[in-house]
Each structure stands twice: as C-alpha cells, then as structure tokens.
C-alpha cells in the first residue's frame, strides 16, 4: 500500500486490508505525516504517527515505512526524488500487487503518490508488480471535478464482512473523521461502501480503479 498520509489506507482499502492479511504480507509505506499543514504541533504530528503504528500493532502487520515529505506539499519535492525513495523500497520489498491512489483526487498529495507510483512501477527489468490498484478517499476523490477524470471503479472487493472492522479501524484516526453529512464522517462511509457492493451486486464493498494486470 503506497499511500499519502496515515489513514488512507483504512479509508481507500481497510477492508481489504483484512480480507487480505490472512493470506498475505502487507507492506505499507507513507509519504508524508497528513498533520503539517494544517498545524506545525509536534504533538499533533506525533499522535497522528503513533495511531498509524499502534493500528498496523493491532492489526499484527509490518511496520509501516514513513518518508516524511512535507504534507500537501509534495509538489515542492522533485518528482525524481519521490519516484527513487519508492523504487528502493519496492525493489527491497518485491509486492505482486499494490494499492495506491487514484490519479484525478483534489489532493495534490494523492495526486503526486499516484504518478511517483506508477514510474517506479514502471514495466522493465525484473518487476514483480503484476497488478496495480487504485482506491477511492471520501473527500478527496469525491470532490474532485477533474474533466474526464471522474472515478469510474472497473474492480471491486467484497467486504460485506470486514466492514464494522474497518469502521472500528478509523477509530484509530478519530480526529481525520468528520460529522455528516461530511464525506469522511461514518455514515457516508458506511454509504459508499453500500453503493458500492450495489455496483457490484454485494452487500458491501471497496471500490478500485485497475490501472494495471498481469496474468
């Protein structure tokens, strides 16, 4: 999982985290804190890192990688600089498949994760990327009116039994959750992932855009 800020990866995928960890080693690195921003508080910055660990601890994954590019600011950085630091990671870690954003997101964070992503993921030498994955963030990828860049997902996960867990997962990030009718309050959580099990015929689901597969 390749992702921008610490609670990204419940909000675009929690539930395939755990539909998946069974089964699978899950890697997950971050770009950068998601707190600075908007405030310069260590404190702030640092419960924001110790919910992330303390989540991956309970959910019994690996640590997760942190880079600490400057938040939504990423734009500032060379894109090279992004692309190198994921490549080395990637390289170390191997992954067939990885879950990242989605490229039209309102989040120049998003954004930028995106396309260091897909260049370092690029199709040469001994790649093991055989599957690419990007997932939705309420308020990011909703508010985005990008022309032709709206998300149209053309892969879907069941998590019609994952999905209280992953509500009880964002708990761990309770200070990014919002009141509704805010996209990234629980009850348009809950929504979105019940509009998305009904484009799939489930009762709920995580939606994806498949920018690449392998077979």
């Known amino acids: 999982i390749i992702a921008a800020h610490p609670d990204d990866e419940i909000l675009g995928c929690g539930g395939t985290i755990l539909k998946m960890k069974k089964n699978n080693q899950i890697n997950a690195m971050f770009m950068t804190n998601g707190v600075s921003a908007r405030s310069n508080n260590k404190m702030k910055i640092n419960k924001r890192k110790k919910a992330c660990l303390n989540l991956f601890k309970y959910l019994k994954l690996q640590k997760p990688i942190f880079f600490n590019f400057p938040d939504n600011q990423m734009d500032k950085v060379p894109l090279l600089k992004i692309v190198n630091k994921i490549e080395k990671k990637i390289n170390t870690l191997k ?45 990011s990828t909703d508010w985005a009116y990008f022309k032709n860049k709206k998300f149209k997902p053309n892969f879907f996960i069941e998590i019609t039994k994952e999905l209280n867990e992953k509500i009880k997962l964002l708990q761990f990030y309770k200070d990014e959750l919002r009141k509704y009718p805010h996209s990234r309050s629980i009850k348009s959580i809950k929504s979105l992932a019940s509009y998305r099990g009904s484009n799939c015929g489930k009762k709920y689901a995580e939606a994806f855009y498949l920018n690449r597969h392998i077979l």
């Open 95 to 139: 992954p067939d498949v990885i879950f990242t954003h989605f490229y039209g997101c309102l989040n120049i964070d998003h954004r930028l994760t995106y396309e260091a992503t897909i260049t370092a993921c690029r199709p040469i030498g001994k790649s093991n990327v055989n599957q690419i994955l990007s997932f939705e963030i309420p308020s």
